[in-house]
């Protein structure tokens, strides 16, 4: 279940309630949980406390938000993204993966590896592997997209591949401008610098991104960094 907004909001919700009605805050508390679908704020708490870290990402996102995953290969950037593409779906939205790395089968198998049947979602989840995949390229196939679809690009650095396409500074700022027009939500799964040392830091950050062409990458929204199991997640200020 989805709460209408993250705990610490609810909380202070029930503060102000418990002000303006003169009731005890655990009493306030439990009101809130009601409208959230809890019998008892213990059970709102309980619930949240068993949620994934993908769930809990999810949670923090809204449509338009550029979203950046980073990590070293094999630390779980393309598991992550896939894992916030069910939670979407699972929530009801469309999930759309677009890569030039992968093939479908590829992305398919990755659904097993994270538990989940893609048959399940096989309205929901569309995959696209095209050689042209550029911004342009995603906007044309996502012009009738519903708002809050979410959409995977894996990954960045290879957007500009193609000499013919336009500078990767110019599509992402093109994409940033479409998902705000349309409500859509996109996760980019990156690359990280392979002099990143995780005896300096336990997990990268925007300092590690491989940018072999330049990116603003204060055009992203909100970021989130994996090392080892280690899970960064930030929205920008």
């Given at each position: 279940m989805r709460?209408?907004?993250?705990?610490?909001?609810?909380?202070?919700?029930?503060?102000?309630?418990?002000?303006?009605?003169?009731?005890?805050?655990?009493?306030?508390?439990?009101?809130?949980?009601?409208?959230?679908?809890?019998?008892?704020?213990?059970?709102?708490?309980?619930?949240?406390?068993?949620?994934?870290?993908?769930?809990k990402l999810f949670e923090q996102l809204s449509p338009g938000d550029l979203v950046l995953v980073g990590a070293r290969p094999g630390h779980g950037k393309t598991l992550m993204s896939l894992k916030l593409a069910v939670e979407a779906m699972q929530s009801g939205h469309r999930s759309v993966f677009f890569s030039l790395e992968y093939s479908e089968k590829e992305v398919l198998d990755r659904f097993s590896a994270i538990g989940v049947e893609p048959a399940r979602f096989d309205t929901l989840f569309e995959f696209d592997n095209s050689d042209d995949i550029s911004a342009d390229y995603i906007a044309r196939k996502l012009a009738d997209a519903p708002r809050g679809t979410l959409v995977v690009i894996d990954y960045l650095q290879l957007l500009d591949q193609k000499r013919e396409n336009p500078a990767l500074m110019v599509q992402v700022r093109a994409l940033q401008s479409f998902a705000r027009e349309r409500g859509l939500i996109f996760v980019f799964i990156s690359q990280i610098h392979r002099s990143y040392d995780p005896a300096v830091k336990p997990c990268p950050d925007l300092e590690d991104v491989r940018l072999p062409n330049p990116v603003d990458l204060g055009l992203f929204s909100k970021t989130c960094f994996l090392n080892n199991g280690d899970i960064r997640f930030q929205a920008a200020r």
């Open positions: 709460l209408s907004a993250p705990v610490y909001q609810l909380k202070r919700k029930a503060r102000l309630l418990s002000r303006a009605d003169n009731i005890p805050l655990h009493e306030a508390l439990d009101r809130i949980a009601v409208r959230e679908g809890f019998a008892a704020w213990s059970l709102l708490v309980a619930r949240m406390s068993s949620v994934t870290p993908a769930a």
